[in-house]
């Protein structure tokens, strides 16, 4: 467990954040996450901030537009995709900036292939996730895109000692169950199997040179099948976790893996939030149910939100993130004691 990138009783956040002010958001997150910052995501600036538009952006050789359905591959850049690449490199500028004198790990977010095949449609309107060819081709695509971006951010902040990579698949378990609609929307595109799903996914999380976390904010995260993927860390809503899933954690546990725990509600919770006790006890009694000493909790466990803070008032989001950092601080106090 020496080769996580973070320390003890570490926090972070899922990515996305409220507003339009990239800058204030960089700064609440190196302020309020010392030990595991990110750079944020402001969905709410509009065309191309978005999961889907940001991650497009990046792709090589696959240019995408806007139709009134959403985003489609199209023959050749244009203004949509213009936009979504601005966005991005203001956000990176501003890292460059706010990180300034920064040592330590850093977290990036792209969303995954599957989610991705499952929300671009192809040029005569089919989504991509219905040819298996274009799964692929988006898969190689994006991971050449993501290596340059990986290698603009590491020049950028030259004293990242550790960069993670964090893949957002919230659509994955509905592509391996068959619940994604057609473009039409009256059909369910065939669900993929679970090998075909992990071999795509591999292209990605085999990136040289960072820390592959796959997030999944939705039921049913397929935990084997990220772990056999490539995943090193899995991060999950905590609160969606069934106890029949738990068995799977505890094998990804026992391989290496580690959690990134959803612990707080990304938005909608009354204020103020609860203890951090309180907090941090569904973490615990995973851990020790799954029959793990509470020695190894604050290193293979980071606390996150339970998934982006877009829906959340800026006051909110900082106070999602403080909680989260001060709440990981109750998992190496003797969490075995009530």
């Known amino acids: 467990m020496s080769d996580f990138p973070w320390g003890e009783a570490a926090a972070t956040g899922v990515g996305s954040h409220p507003g339009d002010d990239h800058v204030e958001a960089a700064k609440v997150v190196f302020g309020e996450l010392p030990a595991l910052p990110y750079v944020p995501e402001l969905p709410g600036r509009g065309v191309g901030a978005d999961m889907i538009g940001r991650t497009a952006s990046l792709l090589v050789e696959l240019p995408?537009?806007?139709w009134p359905s959403g985003w489609r591959f199209s023959d050749r850049p244009g203004r949509d995709l213009r936009r979504a690449r601005e966005h991005l490199s203001r956000d990176l500028d501003t890292l460059e900036e706010v990180a300034q004198g920064y040592e330590g790990p850093l977290k990036i977010q792209v969303c995954g292939p599957w989610t991705l095949a499952a929300a671009v449609e192809m040029r005569h309107g089919d989504k991509a996730l219905s040819d298996p060819g274009a799964v692929r081709d988006i898969a190689a695509s994006l991971a050449e895109g993501v290596?340059?971006?990986v290698d603009r951010v590491r020049r950028g902040?030259?004293?990242?000692t550790d960069l993670v990579l964090q893949i957002d698949e919230?659509?994955?378990p509905g592509v391996l169950a068959g619940t994604v609609p057609t473009a039409s929307g009256f059909g369910r595109l065939a669900a993929v199997e679970r090998s075909v799903a992990a071999d795509v996914l591999s292209v990605l999380l085999g990136l040289p040179g960072v820390f592959p976390v796959v997030h999944c904010c939705a039921p049913r995260v397929p935990v084997a099948l990220l772990r056999r993927a490539g995943?090193?860390?899995?991060s999950l809503d905590l609160s969606l976790l069934s106890r029949r899933e738990e068995e799977a954690v505890g094998e990804a546990v026992e391989a290496g893996t580690a959690l990134l725990l959803g612990v707080v509600p990304g938005a909608g919770a009354a204020a103020p939030l609860p203890d951090v006790g309180v907090v941090a006890r569904p973490a615990i009694d995973l851990w020790h149910r799954l029959g793990f000493p509470s020695a190894t909790l604050a290193r293979q466990v980071v606390l996150t939100p339970t998934c982006g803070l877009a829906g959340a008032?800026?006051?909110y989001a900082k106070a999602a993130l403080a909680k989260c950092r001060e709440s990981a601080r109750v998992l190496r106090e003797d969490p075995g004691e009530d």
Do not use: D, K
Request: proline share 15%; net charge neutral; aromatic share 0%.
């Open 64 to 66: 995408v537009e806007v």
């Open 147 to 149: 290596a340059a971006h």
């Open 157 to 160: 902040v030259p004293g990242v």
């Open 170 to 172: 919230p659509g994955l």
């Open 231 to 234: 995943a090193r860390a899995v």
């Open 313 to 315: 008032s800026p006051a």
